[in-house]
């Protein structure tokens, strides 16, 4: 049947009250005259809908509103009375639900055909705190005399109250003296003791209305800190590794790079060293190609025997090289001396050291006359040179 | 000869019936903190919502004799009546076009609700037992089921109204909604499952 189909697919929303007023009316039309319908279903629902509210931080109302109430209900009263009899209650009730709260409370078990089970288990279970509460909610609801109602404030009874301070029962006694009118039977008290009915009140903290929030999700916030904060320790880790990493990477390019400086560098004073003896051996082409050039041969003395030279000089400018072949090797503090003998002295030419690894060791000669036949000794001397030879000599030769 | 104040939430309606002023305390000491909350959580103003709370009282009182005595559920009921009220002043305070001039017909019709004959009898202790299980079932909803939820009960909004909020279609909404409930129940029962 479609209308069967229609009106269950409204059971939901008109159970959580959010129906179009169309629908509304259609649905409430449809109720009124009685017909057939998913009753057991519209009861779960709204039973369900009416549980929502309860999972919210409760927050009892001041207590003067109490006294508003009352005195809202007591002018209430008193145009109710102007207006017409007081009507006769017709409520009726059932032998069952006059039952004990004890039988009572395995009835209601009975909700959601589910909830037996658990309400047993949540008697089982139940905390100390809110056993207390039931128990005060069933005392201060326990029979009272119609007169003298004077509850008896106790921290230990009413332990989740602020203190009440004994000028405030003062003066709460004192509004209740001023609303001494009953609206039956009896007098209609402001019970001080009433507040502390409030058993639902958690420590005193503020009724935040946060938007989409169907009830106190601090546990649901507490969740999501507590998963920022894992984050924030998780981006800490990750960035401590990447950091190490790009440490010990730019270390390793920083030590590769100065190898590779290192050996640029050496390559570099080999470029040098090869340009300065290309220069040279340019030079020493440029000076065998000159007109008048002169080659001396050396030869070796008793000390070096197999030691041999020459010189390669051209007279006209007095520049030449020499160069050494079979010399031993000298103490780093030593080095060969080049001499010439003029005018009956020595001359010095140059201070070699053949580890320099050079080939061709530029000399210039003082002015000397064309056609002098000139002397010349390679002996040992100190690194730093000598004024006269030593007698260790190595090579002579003459140059005519 | 000594006044018995009743224990259950039955016999406290009866005798409100039957204009007992202390019964009427005994059920504002029981409900309000609960109403109060409900209240404030759809109106947030504190003085609308103690406005609320009084007006809720007084239609408690004037028409117990409405309550449907066979449901035995005055929890429902009330809690119901509450949201009805406080939704209904909060559209007023909008002003908003859609709301009907409030008297005694229409109080009667939008604000007394209108309870299913075979409900499930449910006190306010019973709900305190359970609570814990309603939260956690309401957890394991989606956020967007919760938000039908939120947007539909606490504000009081219609299907069509949150269609047009949220940019959907409404059958989306009528369907969203419908489900939503529909898990909600089904993980509350889950959940009693679990824990047993």
Known sequence: MSNENLYYDLLHAYALGCLDQKDLNILNEYLDTGGEFFWQELGEYQNLAALLPSILNIEAPGIELKDKVARKLYRIRNEKRAKAPEEKPNAVISEEQKEAPAQNDEKLSNLFSRTRVLIKEKESHQHITEQQHVKETEETLKPVEEKDFEPVITKERFPEIVEIKQEDIKDIKSMDESFSDSFSTGEMEIDTGGITENKYIPPKEENESKPYRLHGIEEREKVTKSKGTGAIILSIILFLIAAAAITYIYTKITSEASVYKSGLQKLDNRVKDLSSQLAGSQEIQKLLQSKNVKIMNFSGTNLNSSGFGKIILNPETGKGYIQLNGMPQLPSNQAYQVWTIINKKFVSLAVINPADGINFYPIVLPEINDKVKLTFLVSEEPSTGSSKPSKNIYLTGTME | ?196
């Open chain 2, 1 to 196: 000869m000594a006044l018995n104040i009743p224990s259950t939430d039955i016999e406290l309606m009866q005798r409100v019936v039957a204009y007992d002023s202390k019964a009427l305390e005994a059920l504002y000491n029981r409900y309000s903190p609960i109403l109060y909350t409900l209240i404030k959580k759809i109106v947030t103003d504190q003085n609308a919502a103690e406005e609320v709370l009084s007006d809720v009282f007084v239609i408690i009182w004037r028409k117990a004799n409405l309550f449907d005595f066979s449901t035995g559920n005055v929890y429902t009921w009330v809690i119901t009546l509450t949201r009805n009220k406080a939704v209904d002043f909060f559209k007023r305070y909008q002003n908003s076009s859609e709301v009907k001039p409030y008297d005694e017909a229409y109080e009667n019709k939008f604000i007394l609700p209108k309870l299913s004959h075979t409900i499930d009898q449910l006190d306010i202790k019973t709900a305190l037992h359970i609570k814990e299980n309603v939260e956690s079932a309401l957890n394991r909803l989606t956020d967007a089921q919760q938000y039908v939820i939120y947007l539909g009960y606490y504000e009081g909004l219609t299907q069509k109204e949150i269609a047009e909020r949220l940019n959907i279609p409404l059958p989306t909404v009528k369907s969203k909604i419908k489900i939503a409930l529909s898990n909600l129940k089904e993980n509350l029962v889950k959940g009693n499952d679990n824990v047993e």
